[in-house]
């Protein structure tokens, strides 16, 4: 069905998906990883660092968004942690030309590029910030290298969002097939919205970089791909064998991860902690920053 | 709420309360804080029902989930959003399609994100059907896309195929001129013997070597009957393996029909006489064909013995000749009888060798059956044609047509 890219939505994929007639060395790829593997990953994940302290903290953008969505909360673990922000291949101000639909099509795809990450910096006692379906991507990547990680944290975690009697994950199959259609729906509205933003504000160059910045997928497809790799997963039998610690943070009223699912991660993860937030909705760090930091300082002080 | 809502302004408060759009504000946390009549009637919510609630829920399952990761992000991250699609879900859990603007701003203390929802009808119907149009277009796309590459396959298949067909021609080509030298060879093979008999039965006959007894005469009559009739049979065989084999020449030169006509009637005039058959020739003496004149005195020779043989005692056979085509470029001889006829749908076999119109008719009347198709070879060789029309117990017309000698 999506076989094809549209014309108008897939602006950027567009522009990164055909040859440039010149060959441009400064975004090249393929140039990037025949000399240094590690400086790719870092352009192709658009991955920032920043901070005074040492240990790594690894902050991961769920389904929808980019690394922008941190912005709230990272500035207060700049002062005792490195932080890093990345965005995953087909999110934010990646390199959407790097974009392979197989490599996408599931979690474990998205678990590489983390690791990718984490292996370029040569990161080790990790603690993973993981929002949404990232709390699962950064639970397949610790799997794989435990011993690079010293922590997980996760916030609005879902194993598996369609419900699968007697596990309740708060949505059934036709739920998922609606976003799907509103999605479909609204990346006509925004490329049409989004194209004349940019034009009129062609004297405000920063204006539209904000623009882009604040659309985390604007291509229809691999948003499509993104969203049927999250919410058709069922990770529930990684669960048991985490080996990393781990912090659940579960929000009061969350339609995508309601508290039964919170309460099945707690009950099935080792040496995991549950904590409930005040904060309502999917997205506490956007909506309830200074109670996400609080939290989440709370869990690492108490190491 | 309502006093939010109507302490501003009462002229405007009544005016948002019942503009045509459903207006509601929210705080970053979902929580509702105020919301217009109209979006309460658009929903079937009371308005005290909408107090406390979030807006997720006043949404279908799959906006939802749409809310929290695409749109709430954009208000929060841009402050604005703007055209986006949300089904609403209403309080007796149907859809309504709508289109949100929203802006998100600081009030009372408090970030307040407003929001107005325009209901959507045709709009949803066009927007679904051009979705529809785009997905057909792109499977349209991708079938032709398909069908070129079968195209492409099959097109080499084609090429592969008339490759091979070509080959299969050039053998069939082959074996065609093999089996027409094997024929001219064996042909002329045959006659040499056939002719040693011929000639050793005149000299039995003359009683060269001695008196022969009638009866010996009257066998070596027949044995010279059978003679003739092979060494005639072997003849036509050699004749048409010759035109097959393309061994014949055309000795090509101006020459006059009637002269032609005239020619060949001394050699048809016993057989006529003898089988009571009336005859005439009626040629204007100045048509003339750029021809080669023994071919086609051998073509009038067989069209007329044909048409004697086939034709009854008191019948008649008449030739004609006539010019032919739009500037006379052709001629036409036309050797026409009043026999038994060719029933229509044996007409187009006469020409094929070997075929005689039927069995009887080949017991009546002897011969190899490759006259007419050695006929017509002939005509063909030298740029003319030979046809026939024929109708039963009336009569048959063969034409022969030739390239004319036109005035220069």
């Known amino acids: 069905m999506w076989g094809r890219l549209p014309p108008v939505a897939c602006r950027l994929s567009s522009i990164a998906h055909r040859p440039s007639p010149i060959p441009d060395s400064h975004q090249s790829p393929v140039t990037m990883y025949s000399f240094n593997m590690d400086t790719s990953v870092l352009t192709r994940n658009n991955v920032r660092v920043f901070g005074h302290g040492t240990q790594p903290m690894l902050f991961a953008h769920g389904f929808g968004c980019d690394q922008n969505m941190w912005r709230y909360v990272t500035p207060a673990f700049a002062d005792d942690y490195k932080v890093i922000v990345f965005d995953y291949v087909g999110s934010g101000k990646s390199d959407l030309s790097a974009y392979d639909p197989k490599r996408y099509s599931t979690l474990a795809g998205y678990a590489e590029d983390v690791l990718d990450v984490i292996h370029s910096l040569d990161l080790t006692d990790i603690i993973l910030v993981g929002h949404s379906v990232s709390s699962m991507i950064g639970l397949l990547a610790a799997n794989q290298e435990p011993e690079r990680f010293a922590r997980l944290i996760m916030v609005g975690p879902s194993p598996r969002y369609i419900n699968d009697p007697p596990y309740v994950g708060g949505f059934e199959r036709k739920d998922i097939e609606g976003l799907l259609e509103t999605m479909e729906k609204n990346y006509i509205g925004w490329a049409n919205f989004l194209a004349p933003a940019i034009m009129k504000n062609a004297d405000r160059p920063e204006l539209s970089r904000e623009l882009e910045e604040s659309f985390c997928s604007t291509d229809p497809v691999i948003a499509r791909r993104f969203a049927e790799a999250t919410f058709f997963s069922d990770n529930r039998a990684d669960l048991a064998g985490i080996r990393v610690p781990s912090l659940i943070m579960q929000c009061s009223d969350d339609l995508i991860a309601p508290f039964d699912v919170g309460e099945y991660l707690h009950r099935t993860m080792p040496q995991s902690t549950l904590r409930v937030l005040q904060a309502t909705g999917h997205c506490p760090h956007m909506s309830h920053p200074e109670e996400t930091i609080g939290v989440i300082r709370e869990y690492l002080s108490g190491r | ?408």
């Open chain 2, 1 to 408: 709420m309502t006093d939010r809502l109507s302490d501003v302004d009462i002229g405007v408060d009544s005016l948002l309360d019942t503009a045509p759009c459903g207006f509601v504000s929210f705080a970053d946390d979902g929580t509702i804080r105020a919301a217009n009549t109209t979006l309460c009637e658009m929903l079937g919510y009371a308005r005290d029902e909408l107090q406390g609630r979030r807006l997720e829920s006043l949404l279908n399952l799959g906006s939802r989930i749409f809310y929290q990761t695409h749109f709430f992000p954009l208000v929060k991250l841009h402050g604005r959003a703007e055209e986006i699609f949300l089904l609403l879900r209403s309080k007796s859990g149907d859809d309504v399609a709508t289109l949100c603007n929203a802006v998100r701003r600081q009030r009372g203390g408090e970030w307040i994100t407003d929001c107005i929802f325009t209901r959507v009808y045709e709009r949803q119907k066009f927007e679904d059907a051009l979705l529809r149009a785009k997905k057909a277009a792109e499977e349209a796309n991708e079938q032709l896309e398909r069908q070129a590459m079968e195209l492409e396959m099959s097109e080499q298949q084609l090429l592969e195929q008339g490759e091979e067909l070509e080959r299969q021609r050039t053998l069939a080509e082959e074996a065609n001129r093999a089996k027409s030298a094997f024929l001219a060879t064996m042909s002329h093979e045959l006659r040499t013997p056939l002719n040693a008999i011929g000639g050793y039965v005149q000299l039995l006959e003359l009683g060269i070597q001695g008196p022969i007894t009638e009866k010996q005469a009257d066998s070596l009559v027949r044995i010279s009957r059978a003679q003739r009739h092979l060494l005639r049979l072997i003849n036509d065989v050699l004749n048409l393996a010759r035109i097959e084999a393309g061994r014949v020449e055309y000795n090509l030169a101006p020459c006059s029909l009637k002269e032609m006509a005239d020619a060949v009637l001394p050699m048809v005039e016993p057989q006529l006489q003898s089988r009571g058959v009336r005859y005439s020739v009626a040629i204007a003496p100045e048509l003339t064909a750029y021809t080669d004149h023994e071919k086609v005195q051998q073509i009038l020779l067989n069209l007329l013995s044909n048409a004697t043989k086939f034709t009854p005692a008191n019948g008649s056979v008449t030739v004609t000749g006539s010019a032919d085509g739009e500037r006379g470029e052709r001629v036409r001889l036309v050797v026409r009888d009043t026999g038994v006829g060719i029933p229509a749908e044996r007409l187009a076999q006469v020409f094929e060798p070997f075929v005689q119109v039927d069995d009887s008719h080949a017991r009546r009347a002897e011969g190899s059956g490759l006259g007419l198709a050695i006929s017509r070879d002939l005509a063909r060789g030298m740029g003319g044609e030979l046809t026939a029309e024929s109708e039963v117990n009336v009569g048959s017309a063969f034409t022969l047509t030739l390239p004319a000698l036109l005035p220069t």
